[in-house]
């Protein structure tokens, strides 16, 4: 009894302190996997934070990459012409490949950079800042390298529905884009726009450098002058007939005349001017439609008429030659020094020019596009086509010395003398001939990023010069091709067709 | 030539099958795609209108006014939903590509309603004081008669059609960059539902769970909510057609589509799902 009493104490004993030491260690185990737990979820945190802090920089380096934007086109291909002076007469070409890079750095700011990727010749075609008014969004101001204002020079080429250009914005907007400020006008509320811009006025222009050889300067002006051009235009809803756009533009300008004497449009003598650096204007006025209708598909109607004067400069060059001569004449040396002063000049000219073009394009589904356009250009208005050929200036003269010093000493004289040569001459040629030219072409969308066009351009100058007995002109321009010589006779129209197939990717 | 026989017979059928099936009717499809304000009624219109005309499929896709707009211009739709007029870049780009203006056919009108929480004491707001607080410049509800509270805002991604027409109505100026940018009027809902503090914008059809603000043009006038009468009158400040664009004007089964969209019943779904009729 006193043994079981016993054995039931310790069991009283230790069975309470089996049943502690088992729920501390439960204890013990349930903190132990608290701990654990705890561990892995504050690794966990720190983890979301590591994703989160590298998300946050990602979305900051994406935010920075939306602000970039990328686009351009490649325009390949084949073209073929029909003219005897132009070899080889047909060729694959890339005629554009440009890439336009846009960044907007914030809202209203943007720069511009669009390089041409032409094989053997990378140009920069825009490169402009435009900082947009954030108040009444009505007004940018434009700083760099960008289109002139005007409707077919700013006309993406990607868009046009012809190859190339009128002749007469190749001929007054040559490479279609300049340096300069602009302003622009465009209230939210009203179809209005109106454009202010001033250029260096030399852009894409070829200008005599010292030596007299013709140069296209690059970033840097030719001369002193500015030339202002503005542009406006009004849009008009026509409800059911669609739509009209008319505008006006002019341009006031100047160019160094870089020469002393000045012509009329006609050759005839205008101004003789005090120094090379003295001016010559380039002023033209142009006006502009543009109608849209939707005739089973989209239809439009556009043209513009431009005319003006527009001056090229004059080219002047001067050299000096000493020579000298030894003569007896009655035992009496005669030893003569002359210096020859040579001069050089083709003077400057003013010529009044007009030129207009129409387009009329149809749409044909979302596909097919058909588009006719005829432009005439006459770079010379005041010369008849009978006297282009003719009409000439020429005052090239050379003056002897009418008082050369004369020294004695003893049976020897000696005899100093100046003599001036001056060539100052210029004739009307083929730069005076007028050209029209129908334009024919048909682009197929295959998607809106590939197009497909073929296109058959007509130029056909006007018959000028006057016919000798013989028959041939006296406006002849001289070619030789594969060592055979040949000209070409204004008299006639020449023939000059242009073939073109073309596919454009545009992304 | 047994054989030459035999494939001359398969030849035959296979080609009469091509011809078949090359003058079998296919399924007239008309594509839609746009403003995000206006999928839910472009659904409600494609679904009415394809239970009737069971050979047309309507395909409606949303992404905002913009991306629709862009979708035109390339070709990639036939019908363009946009909650706000096409812009004059926009319609130059239509010029250059397809010599048109595009066709503008408003279809419903919309008042951009001002969504807060239920919770939210504030009840009505001027247009300037929207302006102040979704540019960032009012930043407590204090200083519109609220609780002492951060403003919370929520608005719609910049490709909408909605966002644009906000900014331009009352914003009128840059977004506050604490705004958050939501895909679609239900997700700007849904958000404010779920904040105290949360302001957001967005088509009327939209709100449910969530208090409409009235809205007054300025001090002296009176508030109003966006109502069928309030918007025919012309009395709820923020209000707005909502379009369908198309490239040049509509012909066959689109015309048919469009034609029934105007008409009185297309119109009544208008109503249905919340929008203003346009007629």
Known sequence: MKKFTQFMMIGGLVLPLLFLAMTLQAQMKVQNDLDTVKQKVSTLNDKVAGVEERLATAESDLAKLTKIKLSGYIQAQWVNYEASNVYPGNYFMVRRARIKFTYEPIN????????????????????????????????????????????EVEFSSSSREVPERSRVIRAIYPDERAIGAKLEVTPPKFPLKFQLAVFNGNDGIATPDANGNLVVLQNIDYDNYKDLMARLTYDFKLGKWGGLTIGAHGYYGRIKANSLTALNSDYTYKSTLENLGKSVPKQWFGVEAQFYADVLGGLSIKGEYITGVN???????SASAVTSTNVIKKDTLWMTTTLTKTSNSTPAITKSFSGWYVYLTKNIGKRNQVAVRYDWYNPNTKLAADQIGTAKYDASKTTKDPNPVK?????????????????????????????GTWTFAYSYYFTDNIKFMIAYEMPMNKKVGTVGANGNGNVVSAYTVNGVTSAFDYSNVIKQNVLTVRMQVKF | MKNSRKLALIASIVLLAVIGFAFMPAPKKITVKGSDTMVILAQKWAEIYMKSNPDVIVQVTGGGSGTGISALINGSTDICNSSRALKSSEMDKLK????????????????????????????ELTIKQLGDIFSGKTRNWKAVGGPDAEIKLYGRENSSGTYVFFQEKVVKGDYAPSCQTLPG?????????????????????YATGVKHCKVKKDDKSQAYLATPETIAKGQYPITRYLYMYMRNRPTGDAKKYIDWILSADGQKVVTEVGYFPVK
Not at chain 1, 311 to 317: L, M, R, W
Not at chain 2, 192 to 201: A, E, H, L, M
């Open chain 2, 96 to 123: 250059e590509r397809y010599s048109s203006l595009g066709i503008e056919i408003p279809c419903a009108k919309d008042g951009i309603t001002i969504f807060l929480s239920e919770k939210n004491p504030v009840s």
């Open chain 1, 108 to 151: 209203g700011i943007v720069f511009v950079l669009q390089p041409d990727f032409q094989p053997g010749n990378i140009t920069i075609k825009d490169a402009y800042a435009r900082a947009n008014d954030p108040w009444l969004k009505t007004f940018s101001l434009w700083v760099g390298k960008f289109n002139r204002p005007n409707y």
């Open chain 1, 311 to 317: 001056s090229i400069p004059g080219i002047t060059t």
């Open chain 1, 407 to 435: 020294t004695f000493a003893g049976n020897v004289a000696t005899v100093t003398q100046t003599d001036n040569v001056y060539t100052s001459k210029l004739n009307s040629g083929t730069s005076d001939i007028p050209y």
């Open chain 2, 185 to 205: 009027t239900a997700a700007v809902v849904n958000a404010v539902s779920k904040d105290i503090y949360g302001i957001g914008y967005g088509g009327a059809a």
